[in-house]
């Protein structure tokens, strides 16, 4: 698959999946539809507005095109209409926010290193599109944001971003660096919920 395709790919999965994971935590608030909708469109294109303004690429893209909206929306409904039966998979919260770190650090840094940021700065912005969804989700829904109580959401995007962007340095080629930049990221928050990782507390 050629970068072309592959990365507003990489786009379209990550809003449907922020969407729907915004619509799950928006159905466990016992939120009325109009209610799941607002929080999915909000999940799913929170950390893309965010990028593109960092860019200075104005209007965002998700206000450019009904596609973003309509994707986050569309999980939105997914998790209305079938929140019991996704209801029946471990964590599937979890797993959501996930993948969608993943991809959507992924795609941030490949759109900021295009922009012309430096290494550094692709990665920081490519870490910040990948939480901002989550971030404003869960202040929408009155929860303390999970990159604030779970240390390794933040980092997982980070390595992820950091992976990708050291992959472009020495020219791997695209679409398996992409694809294991992703995994990494999944990965790495997977198995920081399922073994407990912390990073150190303060003593208080």
């Known amino acids: 698959m050629t970068p072309a395709a592959l990365f507003p790919l990489i786009d379209i999965l990550g809003t449907l999946v922020f969407g729907l994971s915004g619509g ?3 159905v466990r608030r016992d939120l009325d539809l109009f209610g799941v909708l ?3 469109a909000a999940t799913g294109t929170a950390g893309g507005i965010t990028r593109d303004l ?3 690429q104005t209007p ?5 095109a009904m596609t973003p909206l309509a994707l986050a929306a569309l999980g939105g409904l997914a998790a209305f209409l079938f929140a019991p039966r996704i209801e029946r ?5 979890m797993l959501l926010d996930a993948l969608g770190l993943g991809l959507f650090a992924v795609a941030g840094c490949q759109k900021a290193l295009a922009a012309g940021l430096a290494p550094p700065g692709a990665v920081l912005l490519g870490t910040l599109t990948a939480i901002g969804g989550g971030m404003l989700r869960d202040i929408m829904a009155a929860e303390i944001p999970r990159v604030l109580r779970e240390e390794v959401y933040a980092l997982a995007a980070l390595a992820g971003a950091a992976a990708y962007a050291a ?3 020495i020219a791997l080629p695209e679409t398996p660096l992409a694809t294991g930049a992703v995994a990494l990221a999944v990965a790495l928050r ?3 919920v399922r073994f407990g990782w912390r990073l150190p507390h303060a003593r208080r």
């Open 54 to 56: 960092l860019l200075g």
């Open 60 to 64: 965002p893209e998700a206000l450019q």
């Open 190 to 192: 997977i198995a920081s």
């Open 24 to 26: 799950m935590v928006a």
């Open 167 to 169: 992959g472009r340095a």
């Open 38 to 40: 607002v929080l999915a």
């Open 89 to 93: 998979f471990t964590r599937p919260v």
